[in-house]
């Protein structure tokens, strides 16, 4: 969903934008602000492409405001005494030398007279934003070398104007709205402050935009007076904001994607009609549709025009993606070797939105063919109940399996960031792990929930991920075997200064059973080592050993890592690791595997590449390995 993407870039430049302004010029805000009122807001709703467009416009038409050349910054020096911080820097934005000065290589003497006369005006002007609406402003000029000129702004800002009174009121239908009256009672201007214009102006914004937020979406300030005694150095502040109706949603109309039952469509709807109106749910239904993967673009846009009775239809206009789709990969990693893959969807089953999966996956150490069959709920599309058969042969240093299972389940979206789900799962497995050999049939219940949060897939740099499950079986459901599990994995993305990131990363598994644990099957049994685990070391090579010495797996696991990342550029990436963990039976036997190097990362559209180099640590004969994986690592 490459236009969705663009839409959040857009959005955040915009508001980089207005905080530099913010920051730096808060005199240029006015100016700024009505850019923004006049050709930003009208586009809310529209195409991204378009909002991206317009980003880009105003972005360039910003950056192609006139600089001083450097030839004008070599002969016109300002200097400003007497002012610090954020005032300082204002005044000297607003004195930024205008390149007219310089005609024909020498400064223009006519030119360089009215930049004097107006500094003044300049000056109060950039500090009034502040509060300061006396100054004293005194300005001389020097030569201080041929050809060069300095001019010395002495500004003494003398006493600020305080509000005497600040009156924020809320009327009409929303004036007992909690939200609206807590706005208002939190104005952050109050009696006794300094009269500050960028704070005023940016709390009226905040203000009327949390109104619109609350379905008031004819919220204007009937009232909006500051009223300045210059001489007494005092002011006040009288607000009027008033609501109108309240808007709600109205009703929905789909365009683009004629196959697919509008049934199944409402399910990405984040809001009913009838729910108050509110852009951030409206954003969310987008969003919904953006990570559905069924769709390559989609715009949600309301018809305020259109509204009767205060209530607001929604325009969803669709492209799908291909309904049928085979891929054909060609790959490699170190846990599996060289692979081939064949995949085939198709996204919509009969136009009935129902979803079919099928892939082939041939590798050096693992081959399967899995079908997956998804039937989609029918009020939320986080919603499904899955089917999934399958079939599977791995060989690694440790064992080799061959396995048939079915599952079924049943997953239900929490939030938009967690999801549960519960499972019964049929497996028929022979296995092999040194002298010792299984085959074993179960029937195996369990639940899985699971939270992802990261503010990027492609290249995350904040964010967290757990996953928890808890499974188990025995005799009475005529399994061979009786044992039950619970197994977690997480991990944690912080952001550091100089682009910097740490990845913290954890997984642990137990199992509780009272008989022989050799006769529980391979697949439930831990291992470790290899790309994602313990590296240094090769995939599943690391838990107990028999009395010959060969790994045959372990009841519990324990692993942790830590890795600290430089971003490079836009794509680029080197880091630092250091794994540590291991299977085993019991407490008194866990023996702690060491790994620990450095890696480069590529960031591509379809995920991160990763290579690594790691040296294993503590034991007498240390190796070096190389991993190499694809993907996001969850």
């Known amino acids: 969903m490459n ?29 700024l602000t009505l850019l923004i009122a006049k050709y930003y807001f009208p586009f809310q709703g529209r195409r991204p ?37 954020k005032e300082l820097a204002n005044v000297k934005a607003a004195l930024t030398v205008p390149s007219a000065l310089i005609r024909d290589g020498k400064v223009d003497r006519s030119w360089m007279e009215r930049f004097e006369q107006q500094a003044p005006g300049k000056v109060k ?4 934003a502040f509060g300061y609406y006396r100054p004293a402003v005194t300005i001389h000029t020097d030569t201080p070398g041929e050809g060069v000129y300095r001019l010395v702004v002495q500004v003494n800002a003398g006493e600020p104007v305080r509000l005497t009174k600040v009156q924020v009121r809320i009327r009409g239908p929303g004036a007992s709205d909690r939200v609206l009256t807590k706005g208002a009672s939190d104005f952050p201007l109050r009696t006794g402050d300094v009269l500050r214009q960028d704070i005023y102006e940016k709390s009226k914004g905040e203000l009327q935009a949390k109104a619109m937020e609350q379905g008031y979406l004819d919220a204007r300030f009937s009232v909006h007076v500051i009223r300045l005694t210059v001489a007494e150095s005092a002011a006040e502040i009288d607000l009027v904001l008033e609501t109108g109706g309240l808007y709600r949603f109205g009703e929905v109309r789909f365009s683009g994607a004629p196959r697919y039952p509008e049934q199944f469509l409402r399910t990405f709807l984040d809001f009913r009609p009838g729910d108050v109106y509110s852009s951030e749910k409206m954003l969310q239904t987008q969003l919904n549709f953006a990570t559905a993967q069924r769709f ?13 009775d205060h209530r607001v239809p929604l325009d969803v206009d669709l492209v799908p993606s291909p309904q049928k789709v085979m891929r054909v990969g060609v790959g490699y990693t170190t846990d599996y070797g060289p692979g081939f893959s064949v995949r085939y969807e198709d996204l919509n089953v009969a136009d009935s939105a129902q979803k079919l999966d099928t892939e082939l996956n041939l590798s050096q150490r693992l081959q399967g063919l899995a079908l997956r069959y998804v039937f989609p709920g029918s009020t939320d599309f986080r919603n499904n109940t899955n089917t999934r058969v399958s079939a599977q042969r791995e060989d690694t240093a440790s064992y080799t399996t061959r396995s048939i299972s079915a599952e079924i389940e049943r997953t239900k979206g929490f939030s938009r960031d967690q999801l549960g789900s519960i499972y019964l799962q049929l497996q028929k497995e022979d296995s092999t792990a040194g002298d010792d050999s299984t085959n074993t049939f179960l029937l195996m219940p369990g639940m899985r929930f ?54 913290v990363r954890g997984q642990a598994g137990v199992t509780a059973m009272n008989g022989n644990f050799l006769d529980v099957p ?4 831990f291992f470790t080592g290899g790309d994602n685990s313990v590296r240094g070391y090769a995939y599943q090579s690391l838990g107990p050993v028999n009395d010959q010495g060969e790994v ?12 600290l990342e430089r971003a490079i550029g836009a794509n680029w990436g080197v880091a630092a690791f ?11 036997s866990l023996d702690f595997a060491e790994g620990a190097g450095l890696g480069i990362r590529y960031y591509t559209p379809v995920g991160p590449i990763r290579l690594d180099i790691a040296r294993q640590l503590g034991v007498s004969d240390p190796k070096y390995r190389f991993h190499f994986t694809v993907g996001m690592q969850f």
Do not use: W
């Open 3 to 31: 236009i969705q993407l663009y839409f959040v870039k857009a959005a955040n430049s915009l508001c980089a934008t207005v905080a530099a302004f913010e920051e730096a010029a808060p005199v240029s805000m006015s100016f």
């Open 49 to 85: 492409e378009i909002l991206s467009g317009f980003v880009c416009v105003l972005m360039s038409c910003l950056l192609a405001l006139p600089a001083p050349s450097l030839a004008v910054s070599e002969s016109v020096q300002v200097v400003v005494e007497g002012l610090s911080g």
């Open 125 to 128: 002007e950039a500090l009034e």
């Open 296 to 308: 390559k673009s989609v715009t949600v846009q309301p018809d305020k025009t259109g509204a009767k």
């Open 450 to 503: 699971t939270e992802r949060h990261y503010d990027s897939l492609i290249r995350p740099t904040r964010g967290f991920h757990y996953k928890l499950e808890a499974r188990g079986t025995t005799e009475t459901l005529n399994s061979d075997v009786t044992f039950g599990q619970l197994l977690g994995n997480a991990d944690v993305l912080l952001p550091l200064p100089g682009r910097f990131s740490l990845m």
């Open 522 to 525: 391979i697949t439930y049994r």
């Open 552 to 563: 045959v797996g372990g009841k519990h696991l324990l692993v942790g890592s830590v890795e």
């Open 578 to 588: 250091y794994d540590a963990g291991n299977a085993f039976d019991s407490l008194d």
